[in-house]
């Protein structure tokens, strides 16, 4: 669904056009940074909760530094 409010479900090969997406965010840091890794980033740093629910990091991936959020459904963006 394209609808950004659809509630926390398990689709790994999915993403939120939208995302990232605001809300309340259940991912421990740890979980946080472990969900950027496994979409392929390293070198996470400076992992924060934002006031909207959305983790916020500095990552490495193919060389080039980037921002990278996590937000409550899982969904892995570079900003």
Not at 33 to 62: F, N
Request: aromatic content about 6%; hydrophobic content about 30%.
């Amino acid at each position: 669904t394209t609808n950004p409010d659809t509630p926390a479900v398990a689709t790994p090969d999915t993403k939120n056009p939208t995302a990232p997406v605001a809300g309340h965010n259940s991912f421990t840091e740890a979980q946080a940074k472990e969900r950027i890794e496994k979409a392929g980033y390293s070198g996470v740093t400076a992992l924060k909760l934002d006031d909207k629910g959305i983790w916020q990091s500095t990552a490495t991936k193919d060389g080039k530094s980037v921002t990278v959020t996590l937000d409550y459904q899982g969904n892995v963006v570079a900003m």
